[in-house]
């Protein structure tokens, strides 16, 4: 059973557009939601989470949008840039349990 | 302040052979995770330990796999009579206790030949 659903699974964007990635998760539970980002030979990183008590969260040109009645949250990155490029998780975990939950992951290419 | 450190980086083991894979977390940090990546797949979980215990092993293969953190030095996780199957690679992430923000290494990516 997928808890948490992401897409697209691949991403082309143009360097200065908005990358959005979507995330959908099912277990009413899950009080955390991080987004990591990983380049290709490493581990993922952590970027950026929301707890569900806030609708937005920004830093720098990352930001996550929440939607808890939908029990979907978004990663947008502004002005992306070709350093951007990598693939990125949303994931999702409950305090207490540590286990985290991740999607599939989105490859995102930025292209000059 | 070192990261999560991982080692080794790769490793090749023949079918049937034993694969060990440990893990130091980052300084202070108490809690343990091993995560597998399949090609092209997400990050699935497979155990979390503290010192000298598993707290939840729900993830693991129930034969050939296991995971100790002991009281002195790294996690392991081990693979008994690895398989092709096996082939992927493991993450191990740390966090202080009660923090919700896990950090992982860079991975071992194990190859069964």
């Known amino acids: 059973q997928q808890q948490v659903k992401q897409s697209p699974q691949s991403l082309i964007v143009q360097k200065g557009g908005i990358s959005i990635i979507n995330c959908a998760y099912e277990?009413?539970?899950?009080?955390?939601f991080p987004w990591y980002q990983q380049f290709p030979g490493k581990g993922p990183a952590l970027l950026i989470a929301?707890?569900?008590?806030?609708s937005e969260k920004k830093e720098g040109r990352f930001t996550i949008s929440f939607n808890k009645s939908a029990k979907q949250f978004s990663l947008h990155i502004m002005d992306s840039q070709p350093g951007d490029s990598a693939t990125y998780f949303c994931?999702?975990?409950?305090?207490?349990?540590?286990?985290?939950?991740f999607g599939i992951g989105t490859k995102l290419q930025v292209i000059p | 302040n070192a990261g999560v450190m991982q080692n080794p980086r790769h490793l090749v083991r023949r079918r049937g052979q034993e694969a060990r894979l440990r893990c130091s977390p980052m300084?202070?940090?108490?809690?343990v995770y091993w995560y597998r990546q399949l090609p092209e797949e997400g990050l699935k979980f497979m155990v979390y330990l503290q010192k000298e215990n598993i707290i939840d092993e729900s993830g693991m293969p129930k034969e050939r796999f296991s995971a100790e953190f002991p009281k002195e030095g790294p996690s392991i996780l081990r693979i008994q009579q690895v398989v092709r199957g096996d082939s992927a690679a493991y993450f191990c992430a740390s966090s202080p206790e009660w923090a919700y923000e896990q950090y992982f290494g860079p991975g071992t990516r194990l190859t069964v030949t």
């Open positions: 277990n009413t539970a899950f009080d955390y």
């Open positions: 929301i707890r569900p008590d806030v």
């Open positions: 994931a999702a975990s409950i305090r207490g349990y540590q286990k985290v939950t």
């Open positions: 300084k202070g940090h108490s809690h």
